[in-house]
């Protein structure tokens, strides 16, 4: 079994910045991969951005591409979003996820889920 914690949420102006955290902990194995997804109200859950074991491939959706980064730090277990430039429609409550193979844009590739954090972006 796998534990995802997210952090880091908040209510911030727009044009400004948060950084999201997910603590990984439990069966991990190695050679994970993570994702950030996000959900807004009335609407469906959206791939954010993704990233492999080594950290050095990334993808990102559109939307949020040049203005958020996903990093991970093996040693501690947890995957970072770096979110910069936050417009209000980036307001969503923010996913991480859990897989070790699959299509990294598809939430039904991953295992596992944390319980979110919410972002409001305030115009």
């Known amino acids: 079994q796998v534990q995802l914690v997210e952090s880091g949420g908040g209510l911030v102006q727009a044009g400004g910045s948060l950084r999201l955290s997910c603590a990984v902990s439990?069966?991990?194995?190695?050679?994970?991969?993570m994702g950030w997804f996000r959900q807004a109200p009335g609407k469906e859950r959206e791939f954010v951005a993704a990233?492999?074991?080594?950290?050095?491939?990334?993808y990102y959706a559109d939307s949020v591409k040049g203005r958020f980064t996903i990093s991970r730090d093996n040693a501690k277990n947890t995957v970072y979003l770096q979110m910069n430039s936050l417009k209000p429609e980036d307001t969503a409550v923010y996913y991480c996820?859990?897989?070790?193979?699959?299509?990294?844009?598809?939430?039904?590739?991953?295992?596992?889920w944390g319980q979110g954090t919410q972002v409001t972006v305030s115009s």
């Open positions: 996820a859990f897989q070790y193979g699959g299509s990294m844009r598809y939430g039904e590739s991953y295992n596992y």
């Open positions: 439990g069966r991990t194995f190695s050679n994970y991969y």
């Open positions: 990233i492999n074991w080594s950290g050095g491939s990334t």
